[in-house]
């Protein structure tokens, strides 16, 4: 590479290299002094903001746009001095598309922190969720293309590679399924993030129900999900098995359910006083939010009843609590009520069996 800039008889020139390293120095100092006066007045600016979010995008950027202002110094300065043009284009190749996805890497990366800190305030929670799940999936598409792309611009620069950026480049499109089916569990995953994050099936925050298991969902990545059950597992669930299998979203409105109480009582146990007391007792408990309340027999065996007692709260993890209590409350109501109604195994002897008197 070197060969492009240099003779083929060149030999250090120490009055070059010093000519050089004082336009370096020069053009370095005179780019921080930029930086400092640009980002002065950028930082005043933010701060007269009634939000703190032009300062939470100033300091993001501040980094990446120092080192891009002194890379820029340098180029322009090596624009008027060809002995430092000579040392530093072959560098400045590499560095440029670095500086560049910096950048935009941290621009991606301050937009998402400024989409967060204003969801914040939102009072919508069902509507925060659906946003947090969109900026989540969408930010990390964006962040790995503009990682591979500045991959593969730096290697642009190497001339026996080039054909390696130029491939790399190429595979981030549709030219990625030609790679066979060891690739296509990979981008079935990348597929089915994008389509989570625009169709939302489900969000950051929602309870789903996977199989057996169900929990809140914490994060939601390109190639898996994952899902926090009660009991603090954490479950790693890929994003492909949510849209080829079914599942449950407990939470996709909000979380308002109806859950029941299923009570096996005997056939002779009298209904009415036990959904009287059912229907005061839920009706004055603060966990009630008075959507649904019904008492009924939903099955008859020959040695038991069936009685569903359904009820409602404003969350899931109220409706369980509220369950609890009416069956820990039902149950103690008809021990000490109607002992006859709980269920007992009984051997009935005919009168007059021959071994009914013996002691």
């Not at 624009?79 to 621009?107: C, H, K, M």
């Not at 967060?116 to 930010?139: G, K």
């Not at 964006?142 to 591979?148: G, Q, R, T, Y």
């Not at 993030?193 to 969000?203: D, H, M, N, S």
């Amino acid at each position: 590479m070197l060969q492009r800039y240099y003779p083929a008889n060149w030999a250090f020139d120490w009055d070059s290299g010093l000519n050089a390293g004082i336009a370096v120095l020069v053009a370095l100092t005179l780019a921080y002094l930029a930086y400092q006066i640009i980002f002065g007045l950028a930082t005043r600016l933010a701060r007269l903001s009634e939000t703190n979010v032009d300062e939470l995008v100033v300091e993001r950027i501040r980094r990446p746009v120092k080192w891009s202002i002194l890379a820029l110094g340098v180029t322009l300065m090596a624009g008027a001095n060809p002995d430092l043009q000579a040392v530093w284009e072959p560098v400045a190749q590499f560095v440029r598309p670095a500086l560049l996805g910096w950048i935009a890497y941290t621009l991606v990366k301050a937009f998402t922190a400024t989409v967060e800190y204003r969801m914040e305030a939102s009072d919508d929670p069902v509507a925060m969720r659906s946003r947090r799940t969109r900026l989540a999936v969408l930010s990390r598409t964006a962040n790995f293309a503009i990682v591979f792309i500045t991959v593969g611009l730096m290697l642009f620069s190497i001339p026996s590679v080039q054909s390696i950026g130029t491939t790399l480049l190429a595979s981030a499109g549709l030219a990625a399924l030609a790679v066979g089916a060891a690739a296509q569990p990979a981008l079935k995953s990348l597929i089915g993030g994008l389509q989570i994050a625009v169709t939302e099936p489900f969000r950051i925050g929602d309870l789903v129900k996977i199989g057996p298991d169900a929990g809140r969902v914490e994060e939601i990545r390109m190639s898996f999900v994952t899902v926090r059950t009660w009991d603090e597992r954490l479950l790693i669930v890929p994003t492909c098995r949510f849209i080829d299998e079914s599942f449950e979203n407990w939470s996709r409105a909000n979380e308002r359910l109806s859950g029941p109480v299923m009570l096996h009582l005997d056939p002779i146990t009298d209904i009415a006083p036990i959904r009287a007391e059912f229907e005061r007792y839920l009706g004055a408990h603060a966990l009630f939010d008075g959507r649904t309340q019904s008492c009924l027999v939903t099955e008859a065996y020959p040695e038991s009843v069936e009685l569903r007692l359904a009820m409602s709260a404003p969350t899931i993890g109220e409706l369980f609590e509220l369950r609890c209590d009416v069956r820990e409350h039902m149950l103690k109501w008809i021990r000490e009520n109607q002992e006859d109604a709980l269920i007992r195994h009984r051997l009935e002897v005919p009168n007059g069996h021959p071994k009914a008197g013996e002691p």
